[in-house]
């Protein structure tokens, strides 16, 4: 089993509607959780952080996470053209400290 | 802050020929980390430096890498000899965090790598 599943897409959704965004990790112990976003031929930039159980929102931007389900996920709500990029989902390798391990990412394409 | 800086940002080379790669973290950072992204494989660490001395280097490939950072503002990833299935994108990223934290990672440009 890979440490980060994510679907590799694409997600194909029409502008204004709700993207969802999901992401399973294999290492229990994972207490932060990283979501990248990459344009392509570009670099990864972070777009959220979450640190505990539930849901966290910044902006038009909601992470959810359940430890128990090693379960991690991204909303995007009121989705827009500019939203198409992959995202990279990035718990923490081996479950603590500064090392993060990437998943595959999930590309998400905006349909106007 | 200018960011992380790469440099080249391009690189064609011929199999069998040295490549380096360098690498300028944001100022103050003292977490420094390369990254080899491809289609196939996706987004791997290679190796992780923390206040300039490596901590981890279980991702890199085979003895042909290698990385040194000689200090907290230049580090540089070596390829010797180089080989057609070591073309990939190499990403720089540097963050603030310590040993024990996580903490946002800020990757430069990349080297889009070629080797024929």
């Known amino acids: 089993q890979k440490e980060v599943e994510q679907n590799s897409g694409p997600l194909s959704v029409p502008e204004g509607a709700i993207a969802s965004l999901n992401c399973t990790y294999s290492d229990r112990v994972s207490q932060s959780f990283f979501w990248y976003r990459q344009y392509s031929g570009k670099s990864p930039e972070l777009i959220m952080s979450?640190?505990?159980?539930g849901d966290k929102e910044d902006g038009r931007f909601t992470a959810q996470l359940n430890k128990a389900s090693q379960y991690v996920s991204l909303l995007i709500r009121d989705s827009q053209p500019s939203d198409s990029a992959t995202y990279l989902c990035?718990?923490?390798?081996?479950?603590?400290?500064?090392?993060?391990?990437f998943g595959g990412g999930t590309r998400l394409m905006v349909k106007p | 802050d200018a960011g992380v800086i790469q440099s080249p940002r391009h690189e064609v080379t011929e199999m069998g020929q040295e490549v380096t790669l360098r690498c300028k973290p944001i100022?103050?950072?003292?977490?420094l980390f390369w990254y080899r992204q491809t289609m196939m494989r996706g987004l791997e660490l290679l190796i992780y430096?923390?206040?300039?001395?490596?901590?981890?280097d279980s991702g890199m490939p085979e003895d042909r890498f290698s990385a040194k950072m000689p200090n907290a503002s230049f580090s540089t990833l070596k390829i010797q000899p180089s080989e057609p299935r070591d073309s990939a994108v190499y990403f720089c990223?540097?963050?603030?965090?310590?040993?024990?934290?996580?903490?946002?990672?800020?990757f430069g440009p990349g080297t889009r790598l070629t080797v024929l």
């Open positions: 990223a540097s963050s603030l965090a310590g040993l024990a934290g996580a903490d946002t990672q800020y």
């Open positions: 979450i640190y505990s159980n």
């Open positions: 990035a718990p923490p390798l081996r479950g603590a400290g500064n090392m993060l391990t």
């Open positions: 100022s103050g950072h003292n977490s």
């Open positions: 430096f923390n206040n300039n001395v490596p901590i981890d």
